[in-house]
């Protein structure tokens, strides 16, 4: 064999190599797709997938997470090769849990078979989520008015807080209270509607409307004077608008004392004066205490009988007319507590004396020069 000839014998065998190694590797890779293909179509088949990846719950509900919440259960995801791990507490003395995000660890195991026979098994872990939020508005409680009666003010400055005649109720236990009135004008007596509003934590909000009533006030006095005996009783009798109820003060309780509802009692003859306070005004009442009135006694003449004439033949004795005794002298009188009176039997006293003397006249309180009672005295017309 010649030299070319074996020149060419060897280039056909290296050929026919390279073409051997070439379908080789032609055929190891097809082999290879194929394990690719059936293990990507097996893997696909028995996939694990989450039905709900977030749960929300709203706050204030006992909520225990649930395998059923997150996967749909079938003959292949069982309650057996499925669990579940979660870390949600319930709030300190609660049914429910705070408000927050928590995470919910869902683990699978997927099994792989092929004509009938398990070939592996592979655990897949996925995170779901639980949402605790407070999506509820505060509740204003039943005390909360609808209406309202302010006085009118001088200075912004003595503008009204409202909002603490308002109150709300929320689960998380803490609620603002603001008021909207940039529209009322708390200086001019008129009726306004303002919008109060209740936020909590979570920024939920509830509004209420409320009347307000701006008013002037008005103190209107019945009488401007009252007369009455020693030992009467009687009631200032007055009209009033505003918030605060009226207050009254003796100018002299020895004369007359008065009680928080205008009542006013005689104490002793003289006069005074009460003044009564109500929501920035003020009024008088003048008082007159007049002495009670002394009843007049009279002297009755008696007639005696004409006496019938003596069996013996004695005269005819005439009738006498029996003549008034003469009276005891009453002089003017003064009763004072240095002769050992009180301020309870001084009056008394006086008045005992008086009744006594059978005339008219007067009993008048004594005062010295710095205005203080020093007893009773008895004056006759």
């Known amino acids: 064999m010649t030299d070319k000839e074996q020149l060419l014998l060897q280039m056909y ?3 026919r190599k390279k073409k051997i190694i070439i379908i080789c590797v032609i055929m190891a890779l097809i082999v290879i797709i194929g394990i690719g293909i059936v293990s990507f179509l097996l893997i696909s088949s028995q ?13 204030g509900t006992a909520y225990n997470p649930s395998l059923t919440d997150f996967v749909n259960i079938d003959e292949n995801v069982t309650e057996k090769n499925t669990s579940m791990q979660y870390d949600i507490e319930n709030e300190e003395g609660k049914e429910y849990a705070s408000i927050g995000e928590y995470d919910v660890s869902i683990t699978h195991i997927l099994t792989y078979q092929f004509r009938g026979k398990t070939l592996f098994d592979r655990t897949v872990t996925k995170t779901a989520k639980v949402i605790i939020a407070d999506t509820t508005p505060p509740k204003f409680t039943e005390q909360c008015p609808t209406e309202l009666s302010i006085m009118t003010i001088l200075n912004d400055i003595d503008k009204p807080d409202l909002s603490q005649r308002f109150t709300a109720d929320d689960l ?62 009687s009631k200032i009798e007055l009209e009033y608008k505003g918030t605060d109820k009226p207050t009254f003060k003796s100018s002299d309780t020895s004369v007359v004392t008065v009680d928080d509802e205008g009542n006013i009692t005689s104490v002793y003859a003289g006069k005074c004066y009460v003044t009564i306070f109500c929501n920035g005004l003020k009024e008088i009442c003048n008082i007159v205490v007049n002495p009670k009135p002394v009843e007049q006694s009279t002297t009755e003449q008696t007639t005696k009988p004409k006496s019938p004439a003596s069996s013996t033949g004695g005269s005819k004795q005439e009738g006498t007319t029996k ?25 008394e006293a006086a008045y005992a004396y008086l009744k006594e003397s059978g005339k008219s006249g007067s009993c008048i309180p004594l005062k010295n020069s710095e205005g203080i009672y020093i007893g009773m005295r008895v004056v006759f017309n």
């Open 47 to 59: 996939s694990f997938n989450l039905s709900n990846n977030t749960i929300t719950i709203e706050y």
């Open 172 to 233: 998380s236990g803490i609620c603002s209270i603001s008021i909207k009135d940039d529209d009322v004008d708390y200086k001019t007596a008129n009726k306004y509607i303002v919008e109060v509003v209740a936020t909590d934590n979570s920024n939920n909000v509830a509004t209420m409307k409320c009347t307000i009533n701006v008013i002037a006030p008005e103190l209107i006095l019945k009488q401007k004077e009252i007369i009455l005996e020693l030992g009467e009783s």
């Open 13 to 15: 065998s290296s050929h």
């Open 323 to 347: 003549q008034p005794q003469p009276t005891k002298n009453y002089p003017n009188k003064d009763f004072l507590f240095t002769d050992g009176y009180t301020m309870d039997n001084v009056t």
